[in-house]
């Protein structure tokens, strides 16, 4: 049986990693009224590494709670079932009409010990968290505040590019 595992963002976020074999899952945004918010994913996805690094960084969480998994595949199924039905009344096929929101894996900009150089640990974010969260593995998200963000000017998929830099003021907190 696959693992039910509910989206914490709030917009629709897709996963894929090619190398599993499996299609990308999408999932619409926390607290969709239809539960889409919460989808079965295959355990070769699950072994994903960058899969298990979004687990870890909350971007999802596995569903454990027997109850609210049976509670969340009646409502897959009622759904599924409007949706058939919607489909012989149109006669056209179910079309999502919101943007579906990417993971993006990029790396640690945390510090490598004192020797200047990059942590460079893989890193998943979300199209949202990008811009807005510097990049940090699990042992240097604490030293997420001093990272200040400045705009380049450009802008990469609708949203303004920036560089992110550290603050001096907290490098006694370096590993
Ligand atoms: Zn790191």
Redesign the pocket.
């Known amino acids: 049986m696959p693992t039910m595992v509910r989206n914490n963002q709030l917009g629709p976020t897709t996963f894929s990693d090619d190398s599993t074999g499996q299609k990308p899952v999408v999932w619409q945004g926390r607290g969709d009224p239809n539960r889409q918010d919460v989808r079965p994913v295959h355990d070769a996805l699950l072994e994903s590494v960058y899969f298990q690094q979004a687990l870890e960084n909350g971007v999802f969480s596995i569903l454990d709670n027997d109850q609210e998994r049976r509670a969340i595949q009646d409502a897959h199924r009622a759904n599924f079932q409007a949706a058939q039905e919607r489909r012989q009344h149109v006669g056209e096929e179910f079309i999502d009409a919101q943007p579906s929101q990417d993971i993006i894996v990029t790396e640690?900009i945390?510090p490598k010990g004192h020797t200047g150089q990059l942590?460079g640990?893989t890193v998943t974010l979300t199209a949202e968290q990008r811009g807005v969260v510097p990049p940090?593995?699990l042992?240097?998200i604490p030293l997420k505040p001093q990272f200040v963000a400045t705009p380049t000017g450009k802008v990469v998929d609708g949203k303004p590019e920036v560089t992110w830099s550290r603050s001096k003021l907290g490098q006694t907190l370096d590993h």
């Open positions: 640690c945390g942590c640990e940090l593995c042992r240097h």
